[in-house]
Nanobody, 122 residues
Framework: QVQLEESGGGLVQAGGSLRLSCAASGRFFSINAMGWYRQAPGEQRELVATISSDGRPNCADSVKGRFTISRDNAKNTVFLQMNSLKPEDTAVYYC????????????????WGQGTQITVSS
């Protein structure tokens, strides 16, 4: 059982910055990939960025060059540094973690954070 606790959301003006954190706790041996997703009103949830267990990042084209994903494996935490924020970035942001179901298993459970609201004003 894994819990993901997000922090760092809020209101910011266009051009500003925010840093999101998501810490995993509970019972697990390891965490594979972690990531961030977002969902704007009336829109589908979309991928923002992912990062592998060894620190390889991938970002959506819409945020590339502005957002940076990173992780601290010792603290089981993933971060999202968001710079040059735009009103289009307004959404609820969710963190995600892929956790092996058992040692040596190729199957994973996907866990989700509770979501945190990011609002970027014009």
């Amino acid at each position: 059982q894994v819990q993901l606790e997000e922090s760092g959301g809020g209101l910011v003006q266009a051009g500003g910055s925010l840093r999101l954190s998501c810490a995993a706790s509970g019972r697990f041996f390891s965490i594979n990939a972690m990531g961030w997703y977002r969902q704007a009103p009336g829109e589908q949830r979309e991928l923002v960025a992912t990062i592998s267990s060894d620190g390889r990042p991938n970002c959506a084209d819409s945020v590339k060059g502005r957002f940076t994903i990173s992780r601290d494996n010792a603290k089981n935490t993933v971060f999202l540094q968001m710079n040059s924020l735009k009103p289009e970035d307004t959404a609820v942001y969710y963190c995600n973690a892929a956790v092996p179901r058992s040692r040596g298993s190729g199957a994973v459970w996907y866990y989700w954070g509770q979501g945190t609201q990011i609002t970027v004003s014009s």
